[in-house]
């Protein structure tokens, strides 16, 4: 008796556990292939230190940048370092630096490419199962960022939602786990429109949103902002699954992206943000919070 109660006392454990995610995303970057190694398990000793308990990889293919297999077992490194740091995986998969320029074809071609991509990410799924630990990896995230420009059309929208549903079924297939997204708007679409939108993807596809702040991008103001996320959070209602805490502040404003990190005030004011609703609280990004090359 007292075995099946200690097992079910774990079990509901964990149940009650499955959303507490304070994670800290790591975008790896080609320019991260030559900070020495011997700091890696020191940035993700800092990163459980300030509170966090969870890496989110935003991506594990990025073009031909982790595509190698020396590349990719720095990456496997990595993980199993985060791991040993008792920071729970979320593993991102395949990344396209061309998605937003692909997915302004016509829609059919458009869906020819999202059976690509779901493909591409199934092939990293399995070899990131084959590669670490069993039990290593927590979730998936699709690093494909949905706005609230691109899917207002509702043929395009549905093509989108057909692809997830597949993706999050192909995905299940290999590893039960949950498939997380993020969202971002930038004033496209009115807060109520963008709420129907993500509940209606979510609903049909059952991938789990996460929303991006936007305060560090600030195209929009806080007020404006506030608008979007308060729509998407309505407890007794339609909410989001957690949000994503923007620790930048963007310094360049055209497509070649550059931002620095937030003050050591505005950092720690951004650190204590919360999401309502008792959501998962994410942010962005582990190279704004430590500093790779120093860490300390």
């Known amino acids: 008796m ?173 590893s039960p786990l949950p498939v997380y997204i993020s969202s971002f708007f930038t004033g496209n679409m009115t807060p109520e429109r963008y709420a129907a939108m993500l509940e209606s993807i979510e609903s049909q596809s059952k991938v789990h949103f996460w929303i991006q702040n936007g305060s560090g991008t600030a195209k929009l103001m806080p007020l404006e902002r506030d608008l979007y996320i308060g729509a998407t959070t309505n407890c007794a209602g339609f909410a989001i699954s957690g949000l994503i805490f923007e620790l930048f502040k963007q310094t360049q404003v055209d497509s070649n992206f550059a931002a620095k990190p937030l003050s050591p005030p505005e950092m720690s004011k951004a650190l204590d943000q919360k999401s309502p609703c008792q959501g998962d609280n994410v942010f962005f990004a582990l190279n704004y919070l430590i500093d790779l090359t120093n860490p300390k």
């Not at 790896?28 to 700091?39: G, H, M, Q, T």
């Not at 979730?139 to 609230?148: F, K, M, R």
Request: hydrophobic share 45%; proline share 4%.
């Open 2 to 174: 007292r075995i099946l109660l200690a097992i079910l006392f774990c079990a509901l454990s964990s149940i009650a556990s499955a959303g507490d995610i304070r994670g800290i995303i790591f975008q790896p970057r080609e320019s991260d292939l030559a900070i020495p190694v011997e700091n890696w398990p020191t940035i993700f000793a800092l990163a459980k230190k300030k509170g966090f308990n969870t890496l989110v990889i935003q991506w594990t293919g990025f073009g031909e940048t982790f595509s190698s297999s020396k590349n990719q077992a720095w990456l496997r490194d990595r993980m199993l370092e985060a791991s040993h740091a008792e920071l729970k995986l979320i593993v991102g998969l395949a990344s396209d630096p061309e998605v937003f320029e692909r997915l302004k074809q016509p829609t059919s071609i458009v869906g020819s490419y999202f059976r690509k991509m779901n493909e591409a990410n199934l092939h990293l799924a399995q070899h990131w199962l084959d590669a670490l630990p069993k039990g290593a990896i927590s979730a998936w995230y699709l690093p494909l960022e949905i706005d609230d420009r691109q899917w207002r059309e509702l043929s395009a929208r549905a093509e989108l939602i057909k692809y997830l549903e597949r993706q999050v079924i192909d995905l299940d297939s290999l």
